[in-house]
């Protein structure tokens, strides 16, 4: 192999890991974890309380990053209010969000929220009442983000071709207009 084309071939196997590991998403186990610190209601999250979840971010100029957070809230009595309270790592100041029910009746609901914050990660946990005054607040999960980093000479092996191909067409048409 000659060593020019071994430089080539760990590009091109760098960039081959990245664009798969980019489509790398957080797994659970499939089993939704069920916590209450009262009677009632239920929440069904995603993943167990004291979890740390690492979640995969594109590599991008902004420094922020959209969480969403999704769970099934459980409630015989009927579900009167539903909030995701977060806080980012770099903070010890809780925020409080409402969650949206997107399906689901009265008593059993599935709800989603999202925002938009900085990429260092955040602790998060859900708040829910019910309509007759029972409330319950799960334990704290973690969310990490991992930022893949692009290494430049990535993209100068993918925008260099682009750029030589463009400054050929230029000095082509250049050339053209002369004759």
């Not at 960039?15 to 209601?41: H, K, N, Q, Y």
């Not at 309270?85 to 969650?99: C, D, P």
């Not at 969310?143 to 682009?162: H, M, N, S």
Request: glycine share 6%; with cysteine.
């Amino acid at each position: 192999m000659r060593p020019d084309r071994f430089g080539e071939r760990v590009c091109a196997l760098v960039f081959a890991a990245i664009v798969v590991l980019s489509f790398a998403v957080p797994e659970s186990s499939g089993e939704e974890t069920t916590t209450t610190m009262g009677t009632d209601p239920k929440i069904l999250l995603p993943f167990p309380p004291g979890a740390q979840v690492v979640l995969s971010a594109y590599w991008s100029f902004t420094p922020n990053v959209t969480y969403d957070f999704s769970f099934w809230v459980d409630d015989s009595d009927g579900i009167d209010c539903v909030i995701v309270r977060y806080m980012l790592l770099s903070q010890s100041v809780w925020h409080n969000i409402s969650a949206t029910a997107t399906e689901g009746n009265a008593t059993r609901s599935y709800y989603e929220t999202s925002f938009t914050g900085s990429k260092e990660g955040l602790d998060w946990k859900v708040f829910a009442n019910d309509s007759m005054g029972h409330y319950t607040e799960n334990g704290t999960i973690r969310y990490l983000t991992d930022t893949f980093v692009v290494d430049p000479k990535i993209v100068l092996v993918i925008v260099a071709p682009v750029w030589l191909v463009i400054a050929a067409l230029v000095l082509h048409r250049g050339r053209r207009q002369q004759l």
